[in-house]
């Protein structure tokens, strides 16, 4: 039994399309629990961040854009990010996600049942899931602050941070 942790996000096209509880009903088919989950509005470091590792492709630019919901409108930059976590976790997530390309995706999975590629050929494939166990720990390091996180998964420190801005409830 191999027990792993894996960043699933509900990208702007899934939620733009009412497809968040859908999507969560076939993901519960993996029989994972949710660690970790949060509605993030999509800044562009956060983006750039995200897939830094096709930052010289052609599409990077259109793809900053899909993930911050750009191509929908103001009201469309969110999604929803998930922490499943059980044995097999990355494999199992991703059969039921599907082939990166919805045309190629068994129709049955997420993105063959709920993706498209549009015109301009951006793959709208709603999801995103961690391709790898290195992959899933720098994208969940990413996404959520330790105390986001149900478990413990990976080593913290507590340290003291000075002149830190946040924004807090009035």
């Known amino acids: 039994m191999v027990i792993e942790q ?10 733009k399309k009412s497809l968040t509880g859908n999507i969560l009903t076939k993901l519960s088919n993996s029989k994972m629990t949710i660690v970790g989950s949060k509605l993030v509005k999509v800044y562009k470091d956060l983006a750039e961040k995200h897939y830094y590792h096709l930052k010289n492709t052609f599409f990077f630019s259109n793809l900053i854009d899909y993930i911050q919901g ?14 499943y976590q059980g044995d097999n976790a990355i494999a199992k997530i991703r059969k039921i996600a599907g082939a990166t390309n919805p045309e190629e995706a068994d129709s049955d999975s997420i993105r063959g049942s709920y993706g498209r590629i549009t015109t301009k050929g951006i793959y709208e494939n709603v999801v995103h899931c961690s391709s790898d166990s290195l992959e899933s720990e720098r994208e969940i390091k990413l996404w959520f602050n330790p105390t986001e996180i149900y478990n413990l998964i990976y080593a ?3 340290v003291l941070l000075k002149m ?3 924004i807090v409830w009035k």
């Open 164 to 166: 830190e801005k946040k």
């Open 70 to 83: 750009k191509i929908y409108g103001d009201h469309w930059n969110r999604v929803l990010a998930f922490v």
């Open 6 to 15: 894996t960043l699933v996000l509900i990208k702007p096209d899934g939620i």
């Open 156 to 158: 913290t420190k507590e």
